[in-house]
């Protein structure tokens, strides 16, 4: 556990003016001052677990990559934060509040965003309109039908168009773009929400070299001002933007740290190349 | 401002053509050439477009399909024929039954005392407002019990088929208190007004298609806010919408609820026009021709539906006509054609080879009137005056 903490030590000392005196444990700082901390979770299904007492925290601005062999239960992970699949037990508190239990669109409101492994997009409607529909205005049923495109409307969806590298088309049905821009603007899609935490499965899956290095980019930049939590298979990219690495194996917590200091890890090695 | 009022009505000047020429149809061209027996027909088969468009917007641009829509039309219709019959039952032409009064189907039924839920049926005001609420009471009921619990795509389809078998046998059932497999027949007067003489067609017939084009016009303003956007995107990618900070079941029960008010009101219509309602415009059978009509007409289309309920119901009467043994199997290939050939119904045909051939009899027009001037611009489309204007008087 110690050797755990000494190894990503630094990086928080870069975020966190009070971290060199932090005394070298987990509990070294209150809970609440964490943006999402995750108590022993657990889900199983049919029996088997899943998601097996999985506990992580993630501190505002904080870019948190996880990483695992398959069937870890990574996607699982984000599924039961954000909502979709509801877990056994354990606890979930983001800014202070118990967010177990809430339906997704309540959590989506808290201020978590969560983008899936296949881009998910609505082809039949524009990048303009794809975007305006995650703005976070207008979502009842008769909010929608009285919603009206304001200036500021207007102006929030350029500003993200702009973020994710889609200014120059926003008039373009949505189905016709590559698929690095589908993953571009599912993220522009989230970023219009304003959510404090970004969950992104998968981002550059299927993207061509530069479009890796645009995203990589794009993400470091949004870990200014968000924590996000990134899944990805592919280590280059996430040794450029993680700035702590969680492993899972098997459902369960394996390994968490620095990504120099994962990757050294006897029991990381294990998992990845043992088999 | 008119070119934006326009445009969030009929969604701008291509669509509001659409409209026009359904318009001159409708108000104009029908009138004109029709009996009184034959325009009768053609109201009866455009409440039947009150219901496609309802699963236009549900089933086209919310991507659920209802295969109880049958249910809706026929508690609208049984409404407004509560209504009639009541006022139909005065004692003095009822004199002759045992229990002077009731309507005649509860006299034969040994029923002595009118049922506590018609009595508030003698009221019109009340009577219109049930046409429309209670079936959209039972459309929230149905939609919340089902969308909260994320019950949707086939098994919705089944469920809603289900209810519309239910509804049916409940009606048939219950002889003494609905008139049992007959209906609710000999309908006879509106509030003292006669509906079943030739002007009475005509003006019903008339009063039809303005609230049938103000339900258009409603449906394409829904169409024209973030709500028919909303529905296309919970077509394309339900999940996406609910992680965006949506409750995807209050929308999908508005829409719902939307559906079976559009055909509520044309089951009321119907019932006024043909002069009776009875259960077989409200089984399985209804229910699964309204998506027929719906789908033959461009399942996306709100003008496309109004013809697909024209040209499905026309070619029924049409075909049973002239070849009695042959007319369900031709009814069979105009569907089969629709799945295969032309999934997107006539409006997808239009879209594909009628506006092209629009546009070139236009240029081939152009060029013949002046040869030597330029072409106008493209698009340069000649909207027909407003459909206010072209009310026709009998």
Redesign the interface.
């Known amino acids: 556990m110690t050797t755990i903490v000494d190894a990503y030590a630094p990086v928080s000392a870069a975020s966190s003016v009070a971290a060199p005196a932090e005394p070298p444990d987990k509990a070294r700082r209150p809970m609440q001052d964490y943006l999402l901390s995750v108590e022993g979770l657990t889900v199983s299904f049919d029996g088997f677990k899943v998601v097996d007492d999985l506990s992580l925290a993630v501190e505002p601005n904080e870019l948190r990559a996880v990483i695992g062999p398959n069937g870890a239960g990574k996607t699982t992970l984000l599924d039961l934060i954000?909502g979709?699949t509801r877990a056994t037990s354990g606890s979930i508190m983001f800014k202070g509040r118990e967010i177990r239990g809430l339906?997704?669109?309540e959590i989506?409101?808290a201020g978590i965003?969560?983008k899936?492994q296949t881009p998910?997009?609505?082809?039949?409607?524009t990048v303009f309109?794809?975007l305006?529909?995650?703005y976070?205005g207008?979502?009842?049923?008769f909010g929608?039908?009285?919603?009206r495109r304001t200036p500021e409307v207007i102006a929030r969806v350029e500003e993200a168009a702009d973020t994710i590298f889609l200014a120059d088309l926003l008039n373009r049905p949505a189905d016709g773009l590559s698929h690095g821009q589908k993953q571009w603007l599912?993220i522009g899609?989230l970023l219009i929400?304003n959510p404090d935490l970004l969950m992104l499965d998968e981002p550059v899956a299927g993207m061509t070299p530069s479009e890796r290095d645009s995203t990589a980019e794009l993400l470091n930049r949004l870990s200014a001002t968000h924590a996000l939590i990134v899944i990805e298979h592919d280590m280059e990219f996430v040794k450029n933007i993680a700035h702590r690495v969680t492993v899972l194996h098997q459902g369960k917590w394996l390994a968490e740290g620095s990504m120099d200091f994962v990757q050294n890890d006897p029991k990381v090695i294990e998992v990845y190349l043992g088999h | 401002m008119i070119g934006a009022a326009l445009e969030k009505l009929f969604g701008g000047k291509r669509y509001a053509f659409g409209v026009a020429v359904l318009a001159v149809l409708i108000f104009l061209v029908f009138p004109a050439t029709f009996d009184s027996f034959r325009l009768n027909l053609i109201g009866k088969y455009l409440t039947y477009a009150f219901a496609a468009l309802g699963l236009v917007l549900c089933w086209g641009q919310g991507g659920i399909l209802s295969l109880g829509q049958g249910v809706f039309f026929g508690l609208g219709g049984y409404c407004m024929a509560m209504f009639l019959k009541l006022e139909a039952s005065d004692p003095v032409s009822t004199a002759i039954q045992s229990t002077p009064g009731i309507p005649d189907f509860m006299d034969w039924n040994q029923i002595t005392q009118l049922p506590t839920f018609w009595r508030p049926f003698h009221s019109l005001t009340f009577s219109l407002f049930a046409v429309i609420a209670v079936p959209c009471l039972l459309a929230l009921i149905i939609g919340t019990a089902m969308f909260k619990r994320r019950v949707g795509g086939v098994y919705f389809a089944i469920i809603t088929q289900a209810i519309a078998a239910i509804l049916g046998i409940l009606i048939i059932g219950r002889q003494g208190w609905t008139g049992g497999v007959n209906g609710i027949t000999d309908l006879k007067t509106l509030h003292g007004w006669d509906i079943r003489t030739d002007h009475a067609r005509y003006v019903l017939y008339f009063v039809n298609a303005v609230l049938l084009f103000a339900a258009i016009g409603l449906c394409r303003w829904i169409l024209s806010t973030k709500m028919g956007r909303l529905l296309l995107a919970m077509r394309d990618k339900e999940e996406r919408v609910r992680f965006s900070g949506y409750d995807v079941a209050n929308v999908k029960v508005f829409v719902f609820v939307m559906a079976a008010g559009l055909a509520a009101v044309g089951g009321a219509m119907f019932t006024l026009q043909v002069g009776f309602m009875s259960p077989s415009f409200v089984g399985i059978v209804p229910s699964i021709e309204m998506v027929v009509f719906a789908a033959v007409g461009g399942r996306e289309s709100l003008v496309g539906a109004v013809y697909g309920s024209l040209l499905v119901n026309w070619s029924k009467t049409y075909f049973s006509e002239k070849f009695p043994q042959l007319w369900l199997v031709l009814m069979g290939a105009l569907f089969i054609g629709v799945v295969k050939v032309f999934p997107k119904g006539l409006a997808g045909l239009y879209e594909s080879h009628g506006r092209a051939w629009l546009a070139s009899a236009r240029e081939r027009l152009g060029r013949l009137l002046s040869p030597s001037r330029p072409l106008p611009p493209a698009g340069a489309v000649t909207v027909v005056p407003a459909v206010s204007t072209e009310r026709h008087e009998p």
Do not use: C, K
């Open positions: 954000s979709r339906r997704e669109h989506v409101r965003g969560r899936f998910s997009i609505y082809e039949s409607l309109e794809n305006e529909m995650s976070p207008g979502r009842s049923v929608s039908l009285a919603f599912e899609m929400q």
